[in-house]
C-alpha cells in the first residue's frame, strides 16, 4: 500500500491552495456547478465537493471576479502559509469575466 493518497476532496484542495478563505465558501461554490475538472482528457462539470482532484488535473473556477484555470501540481497536507500553498498549482490560464 502507498503512503501517497490516490486523491484529495476538490473542496479541501482549494482551501488548502488559498482560493478560498474558507472550506464552506469553496464546498457552495463546487455545489453551484462553477467549477470544471478535465482529468484524463476528459472535461465535466463538479457539482459534489467530495470529488476527488489528482496532480495533473486541471480546474477552471471563477475567482475575483475573473476566470482562471490552473493545473494542480500537488495535493495538500494542510492550510500552511500562502507561499507553500502556492506549490500546489500553476495558473494556466486568467482571464476577465464580464464588462471588464
Known amino acids: ?12 484542495w482549494l482551501w488548502h491552495a488559498r482560493l478560498f478563505k474558507t472550506r464552506s465558501l469553496a464546498t457552495r461554490v463546487v455545489g453551484g456547478g462553477q467549477v470544471r475538472l478535465t482529468s484524463a482528457g476528459a472535461t465535466r462539470r463538479l457539482t459534489r465537493a467530495s470529488a476527488l482532484v489528482r496532480a ?28 507553500e500553498a502556492r506549490l500546489l498549482y500553476r495558473l ?3 482571464r476577465a469575466s464580464g464588462d471588464e
Open 92 to 94: 494556466i490560464e486568467d
Open 56 to 83: 495533473g488535473d486541471t480546474l477552471t473556477l471563477p475567482l475575483n471576479r475573473r476566470i482562471v484555470s490552473l493545473e494542480i501540481l500537488g495535493l495538500g497536507a494542510r492550510r500552511g502559509p500562502a507561499a
Open 1 to 12: 500500500m502507498s503512503d501517497a493518497p490516490a486523491g484529495q476532496r476538490v473542496d479541501v
